[in-house]
């Protein structure tokens, strides 16, 4: 079967992974039979080459000059998948829409920023519109989400949707693995955010405060765009608009990793952020915030720490390395399991019944 991909970047730096997952996921469905196109929007930084086995990489800078030939790809698809994300994600949405493809679907990685928008009444970017300042996912076969559990049945109502099934972020086990320790990352809790947004109160409460009770212990915040207002403190080290190729480094070298989840994702539940299932892929030490459903990915106590409030960091960080260890070990032993690329493409092959060569 034919499969058209459809919102692919390259040269993007912060784009989270994006591009990673992706291509993984593309590869592993050209090895069960399926002939791939991936429709992949260049960045301004030097593509990085790849090549689909039986499959071809159609390549653009500008949507009007791919449109017609991408319109024609996805005619003769018996699958046209968008990914709503990047620049030309609306526009790449209709053009799925309008095709003549046997089954048209959309897949939304932001899956919880779309929710809170709808129930405010709010259109946004990524999404293609109802022209009356909502947005409209009637038409398509198949819409695909970030999320799961009981938002999922909103999220259909809402915006219109005729099928919504979840399809969680997941890991590249060749990419997503333990980085090398370096001393200037070193620290006794390590937290890498993705943006400013939605994580305040979170960082304040279990990163923040921890700090500021244990002096003596040494705190390493790094990612894009830190928010404002972290303490300049000698125990806390900031590593602004760090390269994400260096954030496995940083998890290497930490003896706990904290993982924030937004308040959208919070709000909503069931929103596993590919954040905590790197940090797990990377075996380490993880105490997350609570949220909805967590435990359904990570077993709490056993592979996973959860906090409620700061004295709960604060406890995690006193416990013994070999302790820890041992959590790092059964995450990384579970989202290999069970939210790798190829966990994900066994499920996007039945949830869209397709079939092919290759057995899963």
């Known amino acids: 079967m034919k499969i058209v991909i459809f919102g692919l970047t390259n040269g993007y730096r912060r784009d989270g992974g994006h591009r990673v ?14 002939r791939m196109v991936a429709v992949e929007r260049a960045g301004p930084d030097d593509p990085t080459p790849w090549s689909i086995p039986g499959g071809e990489v159609l390549s653009y800078r500008d949507w009007d000059a791919v449109a017609v030939q991408a319109a ?9 998948l968008v990914v709503a994300h990047g620049p030309d994600a609306r526009a790449a949405a209709d053009l799925v829409r309008n095709s003549r493809a046997v089954r048209r679907a959309l897949y939304d990685p932001e899956a919880p920023v779309s929710l809170a928008a709808l129930e405010a009444g709010e259109a946004v ?4 519109t109802d022209g009356q300042g909502g947005f409209d996912l009637g038409g398509f076969d198949m819409v695909l989400a970030s999320c799961g559990g009981p938002a999922l049945e909103r999220y259909r109502a809402k915006a219109g949707a005729e099928a919504v099934m979840p399809l969680y972020p997941w890991i590249v086990p ?10 200037e990352y070193l620290g006794d809790l390590c937290c890498i955010v993705a943006g400013p947004d939605g994580i305040r109160e979170g960082l304040d ?7 500021q009770r244990l002096t003596r212990r040494r705190f390493v915040l790094a ?3 830190l928010p404002d207002g972290v303490p300049k403190a000698s125990n806390i080290l900031t590593f602004p608009d760090l ?14 990793a904290l993982t924030l989840a937004r308040d959208d994702e919070r709000r909503i539940g069931w929103c596993p952020s590919e954040r905590l299932f790197i940090a797990a892929a990377c075996g380490s030490a993880i105490v997350a915030d609570q949220w909805e459903g967590l435990e359904t990915f990570f077993e709490p106590g056993r592979e996973i720490l959860v906090a409620a409030q700061t004295d709960d960091v604060t406890t995690a960080m006193m416990l013994p390395r070999n302790h820890l260890t041992d959590l790092g ?3 990384r032993k579970r989202v290999l399991a069970e939210h790798s690329a190829e966990c994900r493409v066994q499920e996007l092959r039945g949830i869209l019944d397709l079939k092919g060569g290759g057995d899963d």
């Open 21 to 34: 997952r992706w291509r993984a996921l593309i590869q592993a469905l050209a090895i069960r039979g399926h």
């Open 329 to 331: 070990r059964r995450a």
């Open 174 to 183: 060749e990419a997503h693995k333990a980085g090398d320790f370096r001393r």
């Open 243 to 256: 390269d994400p190729a260096q954030h496995l480094d940083v998890l290497a070298s930490a003896n706990l």
């Open 205 to 211: 409460r279990f990163f923040i405060d921890p700090a």
């Open 223 to 225: 990612g894009a765009d």
């Open 72 to 80: 024609a790809q996805a005619d003769d698809a018996g699958v046209a």
């Open 125 to 128: 970017a990524h999404l293609p």
